[in-house]
């Protein structure tokens, strides 16, 4: 079993050694694929890996390439309790294809017991908050009993993920973060879903590039950023879990297991 001590611990990967930080190996696994770099968590951790996904499109990819290659990776999304109905829709889809199971994470306030606490809406008035109360703060419940997670993040998605790794230190939360994305276009990724014909939530076709919430994401418009719609009138463009560092809110009520 792969340590967590992130720099000296031994692990199953006969690629690690004592004097090699996991943002070192990290360096060399640029020059693997997804493939690889899954097959190498599956290999060190299982089954301590997990797999975070928020149903975007490179989400899917992944879930397709754990299925096709038979990976012991759990999986789970943080429901917010504010989806999409198309997005409840493709998790019951993801799970009738691929025949897996898909926890969902929620958070412990129901969006009746936030307002009560913060006020009506509070996503339009403090979108950090809200971030921190629906998002943030469940993740780590989430991960608790894993030594490492499995991400769809992309570099060219925001500046904060700029530098991301494929794989790397999650100093936050206490594990391995694995990005096998992380170098991958839009254009591959849709040439992907094109090519498996893999499920993807079908407001993509509405102009919806990045989907999250239904109370914070709109459509975009021809020539903006794909994220632009996320948040929009606001300068955030992250919900806070891939920031660094996080600083989620003190005493924050712990999350609970739920399905759709």
């Known amino acids: 079993m792969a340590s967590t001590a992130g720099s000296t611990g031994s692990t199953a990967s006969s690629l690690f ?4 930080t996991w943002n070192e190996l990290g360096v060399r696994a640029e020059a693997w694929g997804a493939e690889r770099t899954l097959r190498w968590a599956e290999t060190s951790f299982a089954p301590r890996l997990t797999l975070a996904t928020g149903f975007g499109a490179e989400g899917c990819v992944i879930i397709d390439l754990v299925a096709r290659m038979g990976l012991a990776v759990d999986i789970f999304t943080l429901d917010t309790g504010v989806l999409f109905p198309e997005t409840y829709d493709l998790w019951k889809r993801l799970e009738e294809r691929y025949g897996i199971t898909i926890k969902g994470i929620r958070p ?3 969006l009746e017991e936030q307002a009560q606490t913060y006020g009506d ?3 339009e008035r403090q979108p950090e908050k ?6 943030v703060a ?3 419940p989430a ?5 490492a997670w499995v991400t769809a993040i992309r570099r060219d998605q925001t500046n904060n993920r700029a530098s991301a790794l494929p794989i790397e230190w999650d100093a936050k939360n ?3 973060k694995v990005n096998p994305l992380v170098r991958w276009s839009k254009d591959a990724v849709w040439a992907y879903i094109k090519e498996w014909d893999v499920p993807y939530n079908a407001l993509h076709d509405k102009g919806y590039p990045s989907i999250s919430c239904r109370t914070c994401t709109s459509p975009v418009k021809d020539g903006e950023d794909d994220r632009a719609g996320r948040w929009r009138g606001n300068e955030k463009t992250e919900c806070g879990l891939h920031v660094i560092p996080l600083t989620p809110e003190a005493a924050v009520p712990a999350a609970t297991e739920t399905r759709a």
């Open 17 to 20: 050694t004592p004097s090699t």
């Open 108 to 110: 412990a306030q129901t």
């Open 121 to 123: 809406k509070l996503w």
């Open 130 to 135: 809200c971030c921190a109360l629906r998002k």
């Open 138 to 140: 469940p993740l780590g």
């Open 143 to 147: 991960l608790k009993g894993y030594d």
């Open 174 to 176: 206490g594990l391995v």
